[in-house]
């Protein structure tokens, strides 16, 4: 790291998107991210190094063109310096119905 550069971030974020057909799509997201820090440059104590990590994967079908279910689920994970290796922090699953009407 540079001479008083209080942190450096790296952050990366990559995706796709696969349609299998009119109705059908998948969705893939990678996010993450590292920081590192001179703790000279900092008044309190704070983590010299810390890096996160999360993952989404969403699937959608359309049922017609006002209504879409989507299905999916997430992973999320850190490190620093208390945590020295990739800890799983977050997981979820979700269902969503979106329906639309015109009057």
Do not use: C
């Amino acid at each position: 790291m540079a001479a008083n550069t209080a942190f450096e971030a790296t952050v990366a974020n990559i995706g796709g998107s696969w349609q299998f057909d009119p109705r059908q799509r998948l969705r893939l997201t990678l996010q993450g991210s590292q920081v590192l820090r001179d703790q000279a440059l900092y008044a309190t104590t704070i983590n010299e190094t810390s890096r996160d990590w999360a993952g989404q994967v969403v699937y959608s079908y359309k049922v017609n063109p006002h209504t879409a279910v989507y299905a999916g689920a997430s992973y999320g994970a850190f490190m620093d310096d208390d945590n020295l290796e990739l800890f799983g922090s977050t997981r979820s699953v979700f269902l969503k119905l979106s329906y639309g009407w015109q009057p």
